[in-house]
């Protein structure tokens, strides 16, 4: 049993409220499922996605500024990744609360590193819009609101886009929805809008290995949800009801930034559903179905239309 061997990794799966598409989730068990627990994890009901921001040799976030090639050219590093004065801030991959790191690394942006560079993205006078890059299945909750809606500010101040380079869900959509524009591909997928968590009991397998774990605790619920015991119903039922207030937020959070294109009503009543591109701009989700190079270049000449009236 090897359960505890990665307490980093699993206190990001388990017991932890996570906007991120079922699928995903799936696939992170079938992953490390088996450093976890002997004999592996499975996520019942979902089909796992194998996801992973420039996987096939795609250049680091931004794809569509080709970041990596203009890197070379100029052999600097800059907080913004800039295309003349427009800055590109890539949403990629899993999304976390806290990293000490701009962009991408090992497959997470962290909002910590977003809000770096949205806060510096409203500061500079130099930047006359923002993209948005989105290519992402969602992550932690923790963060997310409060990313969006800095997201969201910084909209009133300059125009912003939000152009998905395949993917926009649950988290991922929940900041492409604070852009004042969204566009997407057409096989690419948005929404779900919902929350969920994940909860591991040991006990089966503990008990194989002829470990007993003995729970002490002051307080009634301070336990509730612990691996080490089946969850009871009373305390799955109580879990539900926080993610279903969760879910709230995220629809009236939505409603707000994309108002009657997508109302919080309408965001509920998706279910959680996510949709390619004509049905979600036909839903509201999205804007438009389009290139996103010819997207990209079509907003710089919007910016630069704008600047010079």
């Known amino acids: 049993m090897n359960g505890l061997v990665y307490p980093e990794i699993a206190t990001r799966i388990f017991g932890t409220p996570l906007m991120m598409h079922p699928g995903k989730a799936a696939s992170i068990l079938s992953a490390i499922g088996g450093r976890l627990v002997d004999g592996g994890l499975e996520f019942e009901g979902a089909v796992p996605i194998a996801h992973v921001a420039f996987e096939r040799g795609r250049p680091s976030a931004a794809r569509i500024s080709d970041r990596m090639g203009r890197y070379y050219d100029a052999n600097k590093i800059d907080t913004l990744d800039r295309v003349g004065n427009v800055a590109v801030i890539g949403i990629e991959g899993t999304l976390v609360h806290k990293g000490a790191f701009i962009g991408m690394s090992s497959g997470r942006t962290s909002y910590q590193g977003l809000q770096t560079q949205i806060k510096r993205a409203a500061l500079d006078k130099s930047i006359a819009g923002v993209v948005f890059e989105v290519d992402s299945f969602g992550g932690e909750v923790a963060g997310a609101f409060e ?16 152009i998905l380079t395949d993917h926009a869900l649950s988290a991922g959509y929940l900041l492409a929805s604070a852009a004042k524009q969204v566009i997407m591909p057409p096989h690419g997928r948005a929404g779900s809008i919902g929350v969920i968590t994940l909860h591991a009991d040991y006990s089966a397998a503990l008990a194989k290995n002829g470990v007993r774990v003995t729970i002490l605790a002051a307080g009634e619920h301070k336990a509730d949800g612990n691996p080490y015991e089946p969850l009871p119903k009373e305390t799955a039922d109580r879990i539900r009801g926080g993610l279903g207030k969760a879910r709230q937020s995220f629809a009236e959070h939505v409603g707000r930034f994309r108002g009657s294109r997508l109302t919080a009503a309408a965001a509920l009543a998706t279910e959680a559903q996510d949709y390619d591109g004509s049905d979600a701009v036909a839903l509201g989700l999205a804007d438009a179905v389009g290139n996103a190079n010819a997207a990209f270049s079509s907003f710089i000449a919007a910016v630069n239309k704008r600047r010079h009236h």
């Open 147 to 162: 990313t969006a809606s800095m997201i969201a500010e910084l909209g009133q101040i300059k125009p912003t886009i939000a």
